[in-house]
């Protein structure tokens, strides 16, 4: 059984821009988290996919979007990036839905840092 | 809005101490109360959970506590040893399946 891995480890872009970053879920999990974890700071809750469909959205604005694939792996995409995009981006996934005792298993995250 | 506070955001303890992390919560609804530890690089791991009808529970030297009434939980570590130093978070997760955290706790075990 493998972890959740997330792709890349580190990005560098630059104000304006566009970045996809790619989350691989547990085996056999279908539902996904999205956080944004500033320096210093605790992960703050982006959105969560579950089978495909957006299950739940934290205070993010539209520029912020998801996908989730059918094999449950993850994107998360950020268009016209501003300097404080600048964070860890961590997904987390857990089997099912329906229930908030469902464990969620981070992935190390993907270090975005926009200049 | 939903806040979860966390206390103290950084805590220095000798091996062999115990160390105490205390949160408090406004969202009624939360009903589940994980806490993680995040190591260097790495993302946050789940170290004990409690759900809202239980009031403690223990793992080892880990234990957590809950006050419903009162909107506040803590995580005790007893015999602290130098691998237990990273950063802990307490979260609680609600009715939405939104997990909100705290802002951390950075504890240092000395040798």
């Known amino acids: ?115 | 809005g939903e806040n979860v506070e966390q206390h103290p955001s950084t805590l220095s303890v000798q091996e062999g101490d115990s160390a105490v992390i205390k949160c408090t919560y406004s969202d009624s609804a939360s009903n589940y109360f994980p806490w993680y530890k995040q190591e260097l690089g790495k993302g946050p791991q789940l170290i004990i959970d409690i759900r809202s009808n239980v009031g403690e529970k223990k793992d080892q030297r880990i234990a957590v506590t809950l006050n419903k009434t009162a909107k506040h939980f803590s995580l005790h570590i007893t015999e602290t040893q130098p691998e237990d130093s990273a950063v802990y978070f307490c979260a609680t997760v609600g009715g939405g399946f939104k997990t909100i955290f705290g802002a951390g706790t950075r504890l240092f075990v000395k040798a």
């Open chain 1, 1 to 115: 059984e493998t972890g959740v891995t997330q792709s890349p480890t580190h990005l560098i872009k630059t104000r304006g821009q566009q970045v996809t970053l790619r989350c691989s879920s547990q085996s056999g999990h279908n539902t996904v988290s999205w956080y944004q974890q500033a320096l210093g700071q605790g992960p703050q809750f982006i959105f969560q996919y579950y089978r495909e469909e957006e299950n739940g959205r934290g205070n993010f604005p539209p520029r912020f979007s998801g996908l989730q694939f059918p094999n449950y792996s993850s994107e998360l995409n950020v268009n016209a990036l501003e300097l404080d995009d600048s964070a860890l981006y961590l997904c987390a996934s857990s089997l099912d839905v329906g229930a908030s005792y469902n464990e969620q298993f981070f992935g190390p995250g993907t270090r975005l840092t926009v200049l």
